[in-house]
């Protein structure tokens, strides 16, 4: 039992960052706003557990402009979509 939760990520034990990288995984990016409305959670909220992910080099992230507007682009990166693969399964053997 206890090899099965090796590969459980304390990274991806919050609601939020889940639902970030479970985001990411399926698009090539998001924006802010575009994660924001779709986690249904506040600026702040959402900053700090990108900016967890962003420390564990899971999340990369790109700023641009659009229209005179600031716009902050997020990505799975390699490293992330591994890690988060491996905690999917993880959870998927667990429950068998």
Excluded: Q, W
Excluded at 14 to 38: P, T, W
Excluded at 42 to 59: I, M, P, Y
Aim: charged share 30%; net charge positive; no cysteine.
């Amino acid at each position: 039992m206890k090899d099965l939760l090796n590969d459980l990520n304390k990274a991806f034990e919050n609601k939020v960052r889940l639902g970030i990288m479970a985001a990411l995984v399926v698009n090539e990016y998001l924006d802010f706003n575009s994660l924001k409305e779709l986690l249904g959670v506040t600026d702040g909220n959402l900053a700090s557990h990108l900016k967890s992910l962003e420390k564990s080099e899971f999340v990369s992230v790109r700023k641009e402009f659009l229209n005179r507007k600031p716009n902050t682009k997020y990505a799975a990166t390699s490293e992330g979509r591994i890690a988060f693969s491996k905690h999917i399964k993880a959870i998927e053997n667990l429950l068998k």
